[in-house]
């Protein structure tokens, strides 16, 4: 995996109950349910950090796997790099911890830490978390997708899926979605031509981007 120092242990999605907090410990008490996403440790002391982007944070953030301990605010067996969630335990700043509330399944919880944050924020940074309803786009029925049409369905919006092929569209309305488009159907594209104030593109491989365009409303946002 690219420059990855062996051995370490994966995981970017952790989900587990405290046992111990140290003294300063505020946020949380032995015996929460918590969650910790993708990245770890960064100096909370830069202007990012202190705008709540501790992932720009100027010193560089430590990911929860692999990660430089260089805030010296991590715990763990190995000296220089951090393990993750596929670990037995880990030693977290209360800062990076995310209360999870007891009625959430662990299975459950866990995908929220990195899919649907990753999700969620374009959502409200764009808008759908005002209050104002939205047709919301989403390209890509797959684990972001599925994640982006619930939480967007959630939030009271009329949700389009769109996807490269029909086999999806089930998929996709088990989930919320309130309407199908196949992209690399012109008819269907022409169809909903204009509709969407806003979509989240899930796919992660080298595409072009100008098919969805027509898609959107005017001032609408690809994201």
């Known amino acids: 995996m690219g420059g990855t120092h062996y051995p370490f242990v994966p995981g970017h999605e952790l989900m587990g109950k405290v046992v111990e907090v140290g003294s300063k410990v505020t946020k949380v008490k032995v015996g929460d349910n918590v969650g910790v996403g993708c990245f770890i440790d960064a100096c909370l002391d830069c202007p990012r950090c202190k705008e709540g982007d501790e992932q720009y944070c100027d010193k560089g953030m430590t990911g929860t796997y692999g990660g430089d301990k260089k805030h010296g605010r991590v715990g763990g067996n190995q000296e220089t790099k ?131 365009m027509p898609l959107l409303a005017k001032s609408g946002t690809l994201v």
Not at 83 to 102: L, Q, W
Not at 137 to 152: A, E, H, Q, Y
Not at 180 to 206: H, R, W, Y
Request: proline letters at 5%; aromatic letters at 6%.
């Open 82 to 212: 951090t393990c993750g969630g596929y670990s037995a335990s880990n030693v977290v700043h209360e800062h990076f911890v995310c209360k999870i509330p007891d009625g959430i399944p662990p299975e459950c919880a866990a995908p929220i830490l990195c899919a649907g944050i990753t999700m969620y924020d374009p959502l409200r940074h764009w808008g759908a978390t005002a209050g104002k309803k939205m047709t919301i786009g989403i390209i890509g029925v797959g684990g972001l997708g599925t994640m982006g049409i619930k939480i967007s369905k959630a939030l009271g919006h009329d949700v389009y899926a769109i996807s490269t092929s029909a086999h999806k569209e089930g998929l996709a309305k088990e989930k919320g979605a309130t309407n199908f488009v196949v992209s690399t159907d012109p008819k269907s594209m022409q169809e909903n031509a204009g509709k969407c104030d806003l979509i989240l593109n899930t796919v992660s491989a080298n595409h072009d981007l100008n098919v969805y």
